[in-house]
């Protein structure tokens, strides 16, 4: 079993839904989530951080963390075609002697249309 | 503007060959990081550096060596042992004791 699951989708949406992406972990040790949106051919760019549970917004973003069900969310809402892409989630645990590695999620593929 | 640089985009080569792939970071951050992304599997880490000179193997490091002289750069060569060298390659870096980590724009490497 994955340290981090993410269907791949593709998710297909039209313009104006609210999408909703997630991500399942095994590692209670998680401590600090991220989501990050790879457009095709480029690197992956970081939308939004959270520690530990609770929901951040930003804008459009809602990010969610249920440490007790060891689950993570991120709202798109209003969503929009240049919200197209990949979105990876990602997870570790606090630093420990030094070493941060993130886990990431195999990403899963939105295509919003008009 | 601060950011992260790899280059080339792309880069073509015949099998048997080395090749070295260029990250470069004006963030002054002092971890540097390298990753393969192939279809459906996700980001796999091959090295990182949490300093200059020192570095350390990440999941996927057969066929791959790095160096860490200048915090600036983080040089990956992909050497004629890595057996399944085509793919995207991804450089990232952290820094101010923060766990995020920001990514340069990518490499694809092709050999045939």
């Known amino acids: 079993q994955k340290e981090v699951e993410q269907d791949p989708g593709p998710l297909s949406v039209p313009e104006g839904a609210i999408v909703s992406l997630n991500c399942t972990y095994s590692?209670?040790?998680?401590?600090?989530f991220m989501w990050y949106r790879q457009y095709s051919r480029k690197g992956p760019e970081l939308l939004m951080y959270?520690?530990?549970?609770g929901n951040k917004e930003d804008g459009r973003f809602t990010a969610q963390v249920d440490k007790s069900s060891k689950y993570i969310s991120l709202f798109i809402r209003d969503s929009q075609p240049s919200d197209s892409a990949t979105y990876l989630c990602?997870?570790?645990?606090?630093?420990?002697?030094?070493?941060?590695?993130?886990?990431f999620g195999a990403g899963t593929r939105l295509a919003v249309h008009p | 503007d601060g950011g992260i640089t790899q280059s080339p985009k792309y880069l073509f080569r015949k099998e048997g060959q080395n090749v070295t792939l260029s990250c470069e970071q004006n963030?002054?951050?002092?971890?540097m990081y390298w990753y393969r992304q192939d279809p459906g599997q996700g980001l796999r880490l091959i090295y990182y550096?949490?300093?200059?000179?020192?570095?350390q193997k990440g999941d996927i490091a057969e066929g791959y060596s790095v160096s860490r002289e200048k915090k600036e750069s983080f040089p990956l060569t992909v050497t004629s042992a890595q057996k399944n060298p085509t793919a995207f390659y991804l450089c990232?870096?952290?820094?101010?004791?923060?766990?995020?980590?920001?990514f340069g724009p990518g490499t694809r490497l092709t050999v045939t």
């Open positions: 959270t520690y530990s549970s």
């Open positions: 963030l002054n951050h002092d971890a």
């Open positions: 990232a870096s952290r820094g101010g004791g923060r766990y995020e980590q920001y």
């Open positions: 590692n209670s040790a998680f401590q600090y």
């Open positions: 990602a997870m570790n645990p606090e630093f420990s002697g030094g070493y941060n590695k993130l886990i």
């Open positions: 550096s949490q300093i200059v000179n020192d570095f």
